[in-house]
């Protein structure tokens, strides 16, 4: 028994990304045959996008906040208070900023999308449009996945703006830093377009991870109503695990640039 769980849990992975790469595949094919439903992109905007907002904003507000707490100790003992900006920055741009939006779009974006995939899946819908001759992949994957690219990506460069003036208010308020002091460090030669780069790579590696997996298990979920819940759950977690998967292999790749 234990034997059969130990070799089932490699060929369930090599299963699921295979079915993220099928899924991923099936969308842009027909993104590229004009089959892309704009209407139905524009509500998955709105309703996985826009409404994400405030989750992100308030989450990085505090998440910047929490890095001068941490480091302001350690920089006050050395004396180096000016290289706050420079601190906060390069974490914030390079690391918290797209992995924090990542994994928040994953439990509120991805988990939503999976949600309502199931449900279509495990009550016959998806295979009712097919029998209505309405192709799942324009109609349901790429604009969900498009979506919710479009939103990791978005979102990082919200999450970073907002993370960065968190650190700059909590900076003056516990360090007595001048947010000018704190913008002469994080601009002062260290970091450059480079780090926003990094960044942004990353956001966008990590949209793409969470469009596809989401959309894979809800489109493969069985089972009724358990099988909803059960795709939800396994789509949060393997999420959250690919996306520190691939921060390290994007960190690795471009260490010459760090």
Known sequence: MALSRMTGAPTQLVASIGGQGIILLRAIRATLRGELDFEELGKALVRLGLHSIPVIFFTALFVGGIMVVQSAPLLGR???ESLLGWGAGFGILREVGPVLTGLMIS???GSNNTAELATLQVTDQIDGL???AIDPAGYLLAPRIIA????????TLLSMGVALMGAAITGQILMGVHPMTFWNGLTGGLLGAGDVVHGLVKALVFGLAIATCSTSFGMHASGGPPGVGKAVNNSVVVTAILIFVL???VSFASRGSA
Not at 148 to 155: A, D, H, N, Q, Y
Request: aromatic share 4%.
């Open 247 to 249: 921060d390290a292999l």
């Open 78 to 80: 050395v004396g180096a």
């Open 148 to 155: 919710i690219t479009f939103t990791t990506l978005v979102g």
């Open 107 to 109: 439990g509120r974006v």
């Open 130 to 132: 097919r029998a209505l």
